[in-house]
């Protein structure tokens, strides 16, 4: 049974705000839109929105993941945990002023907060960039977020000798350049990973997609919609939308 003491914002994109015990942690931020890169829904918070965070974490170095630009008005990022796939991406995280960015590689482990204590998990790659998944543990239940995961075999790695989570944060669009692999689930998968995982709940994201020059070069092959279709009894999809605190009923 999932605890109300788990909450989620859909920000944008991948990017969400999850509490975990009354401590929050913002995932794969964008803040700020480019010329050539456009969100395609509304911005759910803004910087000057969020509660003092435990931690920031990023999957992959896109733009729409990794907003540096955007972080910048963040008013603590000198205390601000901040972890990151790459040692580059934490290189210029602390040029930026976040003093405890940090790399953090597949199978590490850090406690975040009192009683929160978070795994990296292997999800794949995107050209030579390792994609980090996050999985998080804390009294008030398991949370399981991928923002740039594209296949279940991760996931069930990852689920062999765990215990279930209770809500699980996958995407849903199934992003693909014109020629080349899917680089994120579609509903299939988001539903499937979500079954793997034994979560009663699955949040969409990596939904919307803008339109804008660089999408000329991309497809995209589902929706959240989609997914709560295909979902059993057993699973819920909650289809969020941005800026709206949503928190699992016991």
């Not at 940090?102 to 795994?119: F, K, N, Q, T, Y």
């Not at 939904?207 to 979902?231: E, V, Y």
Request: proline residues 10%.
């Amino acid at each position: 049974m999932i605890k109300t003491s788990i909450a989620v914002t859909r920000v944008v994109n991948s990017c969400v705000l999850l509490e975990l015990d009354g401590h929050a942690v913002l995932t794969d931020p964008w803040f700020t839109e480019r010329w050539w890169l456009r969100r395609g829904e509304p911005l759910g918070l803004r910087i000057g929105d969020l509660p003092p965070l435990s931690a920031i974490v990023v999957t992959n170095p896109a733009t729409n993941h990794w907003d540096l630009r955007g972080l910048r008005g963040l008013p603590a990022k000198e205390t601000t945990p901040l972890y990151v796939p790459t040692p580059g991406m934490a290189r210029r995280a602390r040029r930026l002023g976040f003093l405890r960015a940090e790399h953090l590689g597949w199978g590490r482990i850090r406690d975040i907060a009192p009683g929160v204590s978070m795994l990296v998990v292997p999800s794949g790659r995107t050209l030579v960039w390792p994609n980090n998944a996050y999985a998080f543990e804390a009294a008030g239940g398991r949370v399981f977020f991928g923002g740039e995961i594209a296949e279940v075999g991760p996931v069930e790695e990852y689920r062999a000798g765990r215990p279930p989570v209770d809500l699980a944060v996958l995407p849903v669009n199934g992003l693909r350049p014109l020629f080349g692999p899917r680089l994120v689930m579609g509903p299939e998968q988001a539903v499937a990973g979500a079954s793997a995982l034994g979560a009663r709940v699955l949040v969409p994201v990596h939904d919307a997609h803008g339109h804008d020059p660089l999408s000329r070069f991309f497809r995209t092959g589902g929706t959240a919609s989609d997914a709560a279709r295909l979902a059993g009894p057993g699973l819920l999809v909650a289809d969020l939308p941005t800026g709206e605190r949503w928190e699992p009923s016991c």
